[in-house]
């Protein structure tokens, strides 16, 4: 082609249709289908691998015996952080029994005042026998007290 009919030939006009504005615009990849196939592999069978069995049964093992050195060399640890708690625990029981028996102490002891016995005996018209009607036993211990 040459020059001249390149510029003669005029550019074509575009049509553009008149769009209704009531319809649904395409969306994208709107004619494009995807197909489903169904493979259903129940029949096929796995072929066994010695090797994998054996890599699996060894890692099996190691992991294992890793746990259990783990455990192994922790456990003295733990031993002594619950023997710890322990210890701690039984001296706030033998704190608390140290005060507990402090307090029984003085309560007998406030029990068991003179001045307190003898104010109850006043209250209770307790009065001291007379020196006639006192009878001292004498202890014998050669004789028999109980016979069966």
């Known amino acids: 082609m040459t020059a001249k009919s390149l510029?003669?030939?005029?550019?074509?006009t575009r049509v553009l249709e008149q769009e209704d504005p009531f319809e649904v615009p395409a969306f994208p990849n709107e004619d494009v289908?995807?197909?489903?196939?169904?493979?259903n592999n129940a029949h096929v069978l796995?072929?066994?691998?010695?090797?994998?069995?054996?890599?699996?049964?060894?890692?099996?093992?190691?992991?294992?015996?890793?746990?259990?050195?783990v455990i192994g060399l922790l456990l003295p640890?733990?031993?002594?952080?619950v023997?710890?708690?322990r210890l701690e625990a039984l001296r706030q029981e033998q704190n608390r029994l140290n005060l507990d028996r402090a307090t029984l102490e003085y309560q007998e002891s406030k029990l068991l005042d003179p001045?307190?016995?003898e104010e109850l005996a006043k209250m209770q018209q307790f009065v001291d026998p007379d020196s006639t009607k006192v009878v001292y036993l004498e202890g014998k211990s050669d004789t028999v007290v109980a016979q069966k």
């Open 77 to 81: 640890g733990l031993y002594g952080l």
């Open 7 to 12: 510029d003669q030939a005029a550019p074509r």
């Open 33 to 39: 289908y995807f197909y489903i196939k169904r493979i």
């Open 115 to 117: 001045a307190r016995l």
């Open 83 to 85: 023997a710890g708690y």
């Open 46 to 69: 796995r072929e066994a691998d010695p090797a994998a069995r054996r890599a699996c049964w060894k890692l099996i093992g190691t992991s294992l015996t890793i746990a259990a050195l």
